[in-house]
């Protein structure tokens, strides 16, 4: 598949105007479950400035190979048509037990009404249909990987498609 050249336009934008970073490495992705919808969803909440934090089951890091995120990692933030819409630095990662998430981990999370309660509400079935199609079992103390996120740029002219 090829990597959608909003991509590479927007870090080239991004470090035209902070050259200091222009040899530094990125991921891009998108929020959500793999849907269209969610990543929608979810990217808007990037761009109003109400997302900055998402976590993900450890687990699937593990099984699918996949290197945990790094504190200065750069993240740019993919709509659900796999478009660039803004660039999110790692400030923090906390790996906890899902039963130890706190409140301010669901508040900046930028979900629902932002309680812990809707955090749970949404990611324990989400964290559930997931451990099987690793050979796993969902439990409350299976650790969770918590990356605090900063907006730092997005590109103004462009809408999240939906």
């Known amino acids: 598949m090829t990597e959608h050249s909003s991509i590479q336009e927007m870090w080239n934008a991004f470090t035209s105007q902070h050259p200091q970073f222009s040899q530094s490495t990125y991921t891009a992705w998108a929020f959500g479950d793999g849907t ?12 109003k400035g109400k997302k900055q ?3 993900s ?8 190979n996949e290197p945990l995120p790094v504190k200065g990692q750069w993240n740019i933030i ?18 906890l037990p899902y039963n130890e998430m706190t409140e301010k981990h669901a508040y900046a999370e930028g979900e629902g009404d932002q309680t812990l309660a809707y955090w749970k509400e949404v990611h324990e079935p989400f964290f559930s249909t997931l451990a099987p199609t690793l050979g796993l079992t969902f ?4 650790l969770v990987v918590y990356e605090w996120l900063q907006l730092v740029y997005k590109n103004e002219a462009k809408e999240v498609s939906v």
């Open 36 to 47: 269209k919808e969610m990543a929608d969803d979810l990217c808007k909440l990037v761009l």
């Open 139 to 142: 439990q409350e103390n299976d």
């Open 57 to 64: 089951y450890y687990d699937a890091y593990e099984k699918e």
């Open 53 to 55: 934090g998402t976590s």
């Open 78 to 95: 993919l709509d659900g048509n796999g478009v660039a819409q803004a660039i999110m630095q790692t400030i923090k990662v906390d790996i």
